[in-house]
T-cell receptor, first 115, second 113 residues
Framework: GAGVSQSPSNKVTEKGKDVELRCDPI?????LYWYRQSLGQGLEFLIY????????KSGLPSDRFSAERTGGSVSTLTIQRTQQEDSAVYLC?????????????FGSGTRLTVV | AQSVSQHNHHVILSEAASLELGCNYS??????LFWYVQYPGQHLQLLLK??????LVKGIKGFEAEFIKSKFSFNLRKPSVQWSDTAEYFC???????????FGKGTKLSVKP
């Protein structure tokens, strides 16, 4: 596609429920990244995928968070048993390859509100 | 662990004023440096980047940044800001040992017309 597409754009969920956030990267981009943006906290790295390599999960805040990337394209970030502190904007970005000088192309994000 | 510091949380300027936003990083090796901008209601977009060569990098919309290796800094500058520059600005660094960018906490710029 022309850009990085994320869905849903907004999600309100009850505490304790599971949520799935979707990211559709730019076609041909082999690297895909998930970040979390909270007010005053900047962008917190969560996980990244590079081609067929094992993902770098070093940023995931707890075992309630997981992500997968199917067929080297679409990625899903899953948060189980959501907590109020999970409320944030979840951003996805893609690039041609990890560390390329093209930089990231970001999606518009999913605003998650846990009530 | 590598980190990125942006010194100013919120900067308020009048139109035509000069801008300098500070960015420092903590890593002693080779780095790639970026500035991203997020206009109100829009997604993050790349403003400029440094990989190698001339340490003075020019980006879009009249922005520039200077990489000073000895100071571990990559400050963003613009000689004369416009109201349309109102946005949040994020500095980011990539080191050789990591595949992802590390972002600072951002600086919100408000330009008064």
């Amino acid at each position: 596609g022309a850009g990085v597409s994320q869905s849903p754009s907004n999600k309100v969920t009850e505490k304790g429920k599971d949520v799935e956030l979707r990211c559709d990267p730019i076609s041909g981009h082999t690297a895909l990244y998930w970040y979390r943006q909270s007010l005053g906290q900047g962008l917190e790295f969560l996980i990244y995928f590079q081609g067929n390599s094992a993902p770098d999960k070093s940023g995931l805040p707890s075992d309630r968070f997981s992500a997968e990337r199917t067929g080297g394209s679409v990625s899903t970030l899953t948060i189980q048993r959501t907590q109020q502190e999970d409320s944030a904007v979840y951003l996805c970005a893609s690039s041609r390859r990890s560390g390329t000088d093209y930089g990231y192309t970001f999606g518009s994000g999913t605003r998650l509100t846990v009530v | 662990a590598q980190s990125v510091s942006q010194h100013n949380h919120h900067v308020i300027l009048s139109e035509a004023a000069s801008l300098e936003l500070g960015c420092n990083y903590s890593y002693g090796g080779t780095v790639n440096l970026f500035w991203y901008v997020q206009y109100p209601g829009q997604h993050l977009q790349l403003l400029l980047k440094y990989f190698s060569g001339d340490p003075l990098v020019k980006g879009i919309k009249g922005f520039e940044a200077e990489f000073i290796k000895s100071k571990f800094s990559f400050n963003l500058r613009k000689p004369s800001v416009q109201w349309s520059d109102t946005a949040e600005y994020f500095c980011a660094v990539k080191t050789g040992s990591q595949g992802n960018l590390i972002f600072g906490k951002g600086t919100k710029l408000s330009v008064k017309p």
